[in-house]
Antibody, heavy 116, light 107 residues
């Protein structure tokens, strides 16, 4: 069965950096677009970024453009989100999800807290 | 970007009630609209895709309909396990976008 396992979250100071990872299994990772979606505490879902199967198409929300970088390693079936210049408003649970149209499979999420 | 406006933002209903949530798009779109259920502390779960198709394994009391700018999600008979927040999501026009969510509570 499909499994997506995020890691790398934690507490970071404003202006700091963090790298999230998502380990995928149970499907052919290199066949699928992948997405990062976040949810601030008590708030709704926000699409952060998605990347095509070979990495040639990438989308970023305006709120993270220039600060976050999505990447993937198809050989390792892994998705990444490098986050720089973190702000308090980036505090959220970050989910990775398979695809970018129908999100049938999600990870359990990893919490990123930006606070001094 | 297409903006998706859900209503109501919260809803209180009794067990057995018929519950309806609407999602209005900021521009005319095809049926590329999905509905998700999210329970506290859990990742969202896809219930309805392409406006009206029931995801495998999802109970038949859930349904979706609509076209153009107006879409509807319905629970025909509310069950205790349906307490959750529901989100619509369009992918007719990239980037895909979510509605702001509807929190469903038991009266």
């Amino acid at each position: 069965q499909v499994q997506l396992v995020e890691s790398g979250g934690g507490l970071v100071k404003p202006g700091g950096s963090l790298r999230l990872s998502c380990a995928a299994s149970g499907f052919t990772f290199s066949d699928y677009y992948m997405s990062w979606i976040r949810q601030a505490p008590g708030k709704g879902l926000e699409w952060v970024s998605y990347i095509s199967s070979r990495g040639s198409t990438i989308y970023y929300a305006d709120s993270v453009k220039g600060r976050f970088t999505i990447s993937r390693d198809n050989a390792r079936s892994s998705l990444y989100l490098q986050m720089h210049s973190l702000r308090a408003e980036d505090t959220a649970v970050y989910y990775c999800a398979r695809d970018y149209l129908w999100l049938r499979d999600w990870g359990q999420g990893t919490l990123v807290t930006v606070s001094s | 970007d297409i903006q998706m406006t859900q209503s109501p933002s919260s809803l209180s209903a009794s067990i057995g009630d018929r519950v309806t949530i609407t999602c209005q798009a900021s521009q005319d779109m095809t049926n590329y609209l999905n509905w998700y259920q999210q329970k506290p502390g859990k990742a969202p779960k896809l219930l309805i895709y392409d406006a009206s198709y029931l995801e495998t394994g999802v109970p038949s009391r859930f349904s979706g309909s609509g076209s153009g700018t107006d879409f509807t999600f319905t629970i025909s008979s509310l069950q205790p396990e349906d307490i959750a927040t529901y989100y619509c999501q369009q992918y007719d026009n990239l980037p895909p976008t979510f509605g702001q969510g509807t929190k469903l509570e038991i009266k």
